[in-house]
């Protein structure tokens, strides 16, 4: 056996995550994303200010691809929301469960 063959990453998702409140910082008012294994938590804060964030996109196995290219079909049948920005702190939700508006007021 080749133990070489198995050294290749696993498919690693990234996730994109947003402040909640509106005391987040220059790092977690926009959203930012965060590599993790499928089975991690979501992170609760933002790890720069530990505001409350929430994750706003989740796209396992879909590294490459953009975010606005996912079918929101595709999104929702994978258990995922989707939200796509429409204004400064506002979010709407395109995809999945979850609030239909995100916003920072
Ligand atoms: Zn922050």
């Not at 409350?52 to 975010?67: C, E, Y």
């Amino acid at each position: 056996m080749n133990s070489l063959t198995r050294t290749r990453l696993p498919r690693v998702p990234f996730y994109e995550y947003i402040c909640s409140e509106d005391t987040g910082c220059e790092h977690c008012r926009e959203a930012f994303t965060v590599l993790q294994r499928i089975s991690d938590d979501p992170l609760p804060a933002c790890p720069a200010c530990g505001s409350a964030i929430r994750r706003v996109i989740s796209a396992p196995n879909l590294v490459g691809s953009s975010a606005s290219d996912l079918k929101p079909s595709k999104i929702e049948q994978a258990g995922f929301t989707q939200y796509r920005k429409i204004g400064k702190g506002v979010y709407e939700k395109s995809a999945g469960k979850g609030p239909g508006i995100i916003s920072a007021d």
